[in-house]
């Protein structure tokens, strides 16, 4: 992930005009209720945090992210607009257990609402952090997630990897379909010899049964 503490120099002039509704779009997704905490995995520079706090609502809101470099420039980001409700903490998505998280911010939590935007088709073990996520959700709790999926490979989506140093072959909301209740998924407006493949979001609701 050292290449992700480089890439973060350039990652929000590069890429951030090219995710911005498909961003808007997951917050809105995520239906957000004043008094909710949440948790952004993969949280990169921080992009989401605007997208969420022009909701209004009064939120208790978290930020992990595996690269050092990235976490730095979503801390700027905060300071720079007085977000005093946002907490950074840095973290290996697979060691997400409840256990994990109360060492990093000193207190027992699970979450109302996850999002994570591009994060899935980078992780390494994605299905086994993906159990994660949902371990630390609350029941009738909401998970969002943005990725891109290639149903046709072509040069765009090997550049693309090689760039993002990620694997776009993921089916990553038909696993979500199947732990979730209340399933939606879309396709995102944003042209595929852009990002390697089709931008999607889905979305569902932890049930009693997991």
């Known amino acids: 992930m050292k290449w992700y503490d480089v890439f973060s120099n350039?990652?929000?002039?590069?890429?951030?005009?090219?995710?911005?509704?498909?961003?808007?779009?997951?917050?809105?997704?995520?239906d957000l209720k004043s008094g909710q905490n949440l948790i952004d995995i993969a949280c990169g520079t921080g992009a989401n945090f605007?997208?969420?706090?022009?909701?209004?609502?009064?939120?208790?809101i978290y930020g992990t992210d595996f690269?050092?470099?990235?976490?730095?420039?979503?801390?700027s980001l905060i300071k720079k607009n007085n977000w005093?409700?946002?907490?950074?903490?840095?973290?290996?998505?697979?060691?997400?257990?409840?256990?994990?998280?109360?060492?990093q911010i000193n207190k027992d939590l699970s979450f109302d609402r996850i999002i994570c935007v591009l994060g899935l088709s980078v992780i390494p073990e994605w299905e086994v952090v993906l159990d994660?996520?949902?371990?630390?959700?609350?029941?009738?709790?909401?998970?969002?997630?943005?990725?891109?999926?290639?149903?046709?490979?072509?040069?765009?989506?090997?550049?693309v990897e090689k760039i993002a140093k990620a694997d776009l072959n993921r089916k990553i909301w038909q696993t979500l379909e199947k732990k979730t209740t209340n399933f939606h998924y879309?396709?995102?407006?944003?042209?595929?010899?852009?990002?390697?493949?089709?931008?999607?979001?889905?979305t569902g609701i932890k049930s009693k049964r997991r």
């Open 132 to 159: 994660k996520m949902l371990d630390i959700l609350k029941e009738n709790g909401r998970i969002v997630i943005v990725d891109v999926f290639a149903e046709k490979r072509n040069f765009n989506t090997w550049l």
């Open 186 to 202: 879309e396709y995102l407006p944003v042209k595929e010899n852009k990002v390697g493949g089709k931008l999607f979001v889905a």
């Open 50 to 60: 605007k997208h969420i706090k022009a909701t209004n609502e009064e939120l208790e």
């Open 10 to 30: 350039i990652y929000d002039s590069s890429l951030e005009k090219l995710y911005f509704k498909s961003r808007v779009r997951a917050i809105e997704l995520l």
């Open 84 to 103: 005093n409700d946002i907490t950074l903490f840095q973290a290996d998505a697979r060691e997400l257990t409840p256990e994990f998280i109360k060492k």
């Open 67 to 75: 690269s050092e470099g990235m976490l730095r420039k979503g801390q």
